[in-house]
């Protein structure tokens, strides 16, 4: 009897083993040839063992994470292309109508529009409840459209604009400016005016203006919007059924950022044909004393130097955008991440989904430090930057986006279509083609008209 | 028809060699042209595609945007394609005497930025135009005028690019301006100088009425190539400020890339071939008349 019992557990024993062993396999190898694509734009990151003398290209951080995944999934082939951001909408458009996306992308900015033309997977079922707590929820409310998630959250904001303002010490201490105090910053709309108006000067006694407090870059609607954030408006009412940029609190930042340029003149004229590169080089010139932006603007500078197009190097700091005591704070809540186009096959769609959590997993978003980007993982910035020489302006950065609010609304509201008027709305403005209030009521009856169709 | 297919059997050579261009036009020009007409009354999505007849030709018609980029288009290609061609009789005319190495070296001078990107022309041309540090407000401090943003103001961001446009271009008509004007006789100028003309009567009584053909040939391409002005919009304005300088093409890239909505793209694409092919035979109509010498 206890000989059988012997036996009868040994082939049991046996046949777990073997089970259990083809179960292991089958995991890690497709039953059949599987190809994974996916295309991202140029990210400059460091991937594991990158030299620390040289700056990594845009090619590194793909080629190492492709390779990475292939070498933990045999069996599997994974092919990434670089997208360059001038045409990349074109070419995701182009490749979409063809039927031929990639499995994976990180889109620059996520698109309503692909959900609702159900090109996107949701990965709700691919989220652990681990994911769900450790990832910050507006990253996830980013890529949510009807209650589903379908954005594997990544990075945080697009490189801080509309958040933060970057600070130029050294013209602040010419001019006797003391700088925001930390832990946070921030600072209100007088005392941002009072300090704006010393920081505007002529350095060299001919009469013009050499420095100007900051600059405003009207066809960047990131940067824009925070400004309109000021007194406390809102692009849409509470509901999001109507424009409510044009209320008396958007009216009247709009009329403070006109204010700035032509009655304070803290800011050069020319305002509505300027962009966000505009103002980036103004700001690396010494031309003005603020700039736009988080951490990763500060690497923007190293990465400059380094490639021959800055000078040198200088020291920058990170603080709130000015607000208004009774309203408080504010910052531009955004992310980025990788999304996943339909699968038709349904192995191929969980190593799909496996390898865009491969991207976002913890250990690999800690290689966003190479690019001063703050992550979408709570655990991961816990300690990201913890010793580091950016330590201080991280902290004021992340600080900020405590305070974060999504400028555009939420996901399941896409303002692609009234972008364009956004923009023509602050150009109008800036111009003095219109005054703010005029701007900001034309632009509520076109938008309004195109969106809630009223 | 029996006299078709002789005719198909004669000159099959022919008809060989130009097969391979045709078959490249079709798959490439002809299909997708026709494609977009059919494109143009659907709504057309990923996985779906409505029938919505004329619906997106009247969205078009009904949208202020799609009015303002016809007047903009139309204001660009009169602004440009007078100047560009006066530019180019007018260098053709100066360089056309003088020895051949020196005319070749002009020739290759002015045609040079016709073989440069168009992305890189304009970036160069944002860096002059920048409002706080561009090489114009420079010179207009220098001078004691103030300085002007001006691809930021809705007067001045239009005329701006048809400046710059102005500019860069016209290598390739001074090109072929010198070209024909070579193929003139030479007798018909002697004959208008013993009849007593001076040599601005030769240039306007001879030279501009034997050079018809050539000017209709490029007017027609000009009109054509400004009415698809993009690249300069797009690198430089984006189409602002307040759609001062939006125009069809760049409309349409920016419904049908931005928007994703392709039919209504398609439909604002078959206005604009329609506007273009109409212009195109109202000008070979009133200028394309005979030239015989």
Do not use: C
């Not at chain 1, 599997?76 to 670089?82: A, F, G, L, P, R």
């Not at chain 1, 736009?292 to 490639?307: F, H, L, M, N, S």
């Not at chain 1, 005054?435 to 509520?444: G, I, S, V």
């Amino acid at each position: 009897m206890s000989r059988r019992l012997l036996v009868t557990l040994a082939v049991g024993l046996v046949l777990m083993i073997v089970l259990g062993t083809s179960g292991i396999a089958a995991e890690a190898a497709p039953s059949k040839p599987i190809t994974i694509t996916w295309w991202i734009n140029p990210w400059r990151i460091a991937p594991p063992g990158f030299p620390e003398d040289q700056a990594p290209g845009s090619e590194d951080f793909p080629k190492w994470a492709s390779e990475e995944f292939m070498r933990l999934h045999p069996g599997v082939t994974v092919k990434y292309e670089v997208v360059t951001n001038a045409g990349f909408d074109q070419k995701i458009a182009a490749a979409i109508l063809a039927g031929n996306p990639p499995d994976v992308l990180r889109p620059i900015g996520f698109r309503l529009e692909w959900v609702k033309q159900g090109v996107l997977e949701p990965i709700d079922d691919y989220l652990t409840a681990e994911d769900k707590q450790d990832f910050y929820q507006y990253a996830l409310d980013e890529g949510k459209v009807n209650g589903k998630y379908y954005l594997f959250p990544w990075n945080n904001s697009n490189n801080g604009m509309g958040s933060t303002l970057l600070l130029n010490p050294a013209i602040f201490a010419e001019r006797g400016v003391s700088l925001p105090k930390l832990p946070e910053r921030g600072w209100t709309v007088d005392e941002f005016l009072a300090a704006a108006k010393k920081l505007t000067f002529d350095r060299d006694g001919d009469g013009k203006i050499d420095v100007y407090a900051l600059s405003f870059p009207a066809t960047d609607l990131s940067v824009m919007m925070g400004w309109m954030h000021l007194f406390g408006a809102r692009l849409f009412n509470e509901d999001e059924t109507a424009i409510a940029l044009n209320s008396p609190e958007g009216v009247r930042a709009l009329e403070f950022v006109v204010d700035a340029i032509y009655k304070h003149k803290i800011a050069p004229e020319g305002a509505a044909g300027m962009g966000i590169y505009d103002s980036i080089n103004m700001f690396h010139q010494g031309k003005t004393a603020m700039g736009y932006g988080g951490p990763y603007e500060i690497g923007r500078i190293d990465r400059y130097v380094k490639e021959g197009s800055l000078k040198e190097a200088f020291p920058v700091h990170i603080a709130q955008y000015p607000h208004d005591p009774s309203v408080g704070p504010f910052a531009y809540h955004t992310s980025g991440g990788f999304v996943v186009f339909k699968q038709r096959d349904a192995e191929k769609k969980e190593l799909v989904m496996e390898f865009a959590k491969f991207l976002t997993n913890q250990e690999n978003m800690r290689l966003l430090k190479s690019l001063l980007y703050v992550t979408t993982r709570k655990s991961v910035n816990k300690d990201l930057y913890k010793g580091s020489t950016f330590e201080n302006e991280v902290e004021v950065y992340t600080r900020a986006l405590e305070y974060g609010i999504p400028y555009f609304g939420s996901s399941d509201i896409s303002t692609t279509p009234i972008d364009k008027h956004i923009q023509a709305m602050f150009e109008a403005a800036l111009s003095r083609s219109k005054t703010p209030k005029q701007a900001l009521d034309e632009f509520a009856a076109e938008a309004n008209k195109i969106m809630f169709k009223k | 028809m029996y006299s078709a297919m002789r005719a198909l059997r004669r000159d099959r050579w022919g008809y060989a060699f130009i097969l391979p261009s045709f078959v490249l036009f079709s798959l490439f020009y002809l299909v997708p042209v026709v494609w977009s007409g059919y494109l143009s009354l659907l709504e057309y999505g990923v996985f779906s595609r409505t029938w919505v007849g004329l619906a997106n030709y009247v969205e078009a018609i009904n949208d202020r945007i799609f009015r303002l980029a016809i007047r903009n288009t139309i204001l660009y290609t009169l602004g440009l394609v007078p100047l560009w061609l006066a530019k180019a009789l007018i260098v053709s005319a100066l360089i056309f005497p003088l020895s051949k190495p020196i005319q070749t070296f002009f020739k290759g001078a002015f045609y040079l930025p016709h073989v440069t990107s168009s992305v890189i022309t304009s970036m160069v041309w944002l860096w002059i135009y920048n409002p706080p540090f561009g090489l114009l407000n420079y010179f207009m401090e220098v001078l004691g005028l103030s300085p002007h943003a001006w691809l930021g103001d809705v007067r001045t961001a239009l005329p701006a690019i048809i400046f710059m446009q102005v500019v860069m271009g016209g290598g390739s008509s001074i090109v072929m301006i010198t070209a024909a004007m070579g193929s003139i006789p030479e007798h018909l100028y002697e004959a208008a100088y013993l009849d007593g003309a001076t040599k601005t009567q030769a240039f306007f009584k001879v030279t501009i009425p034997l050079l018809r053909p050539t000017l209709l040939y490029l007017l027609v391409t000009g009109t054509i190539s400004s009415f698809q002005v993009f690249t300069n919009v797009y690198m430089m304005t984006h189409g602002g400020p307040q759609f001062s300088t939006a125009t069809l093409v760049y409309l349409i890239y920016d419904t049908a890339f931005k928007q994703f909505n392709f039919g209504l793209a398609s439909a604002q694409a078959v206005v604009l071939f329609a506007m273009v092919f109409t212009l195109a035979l109202v000008q070979f109509k009133f200028l394309g008349q005979e030239v015989e010498y």
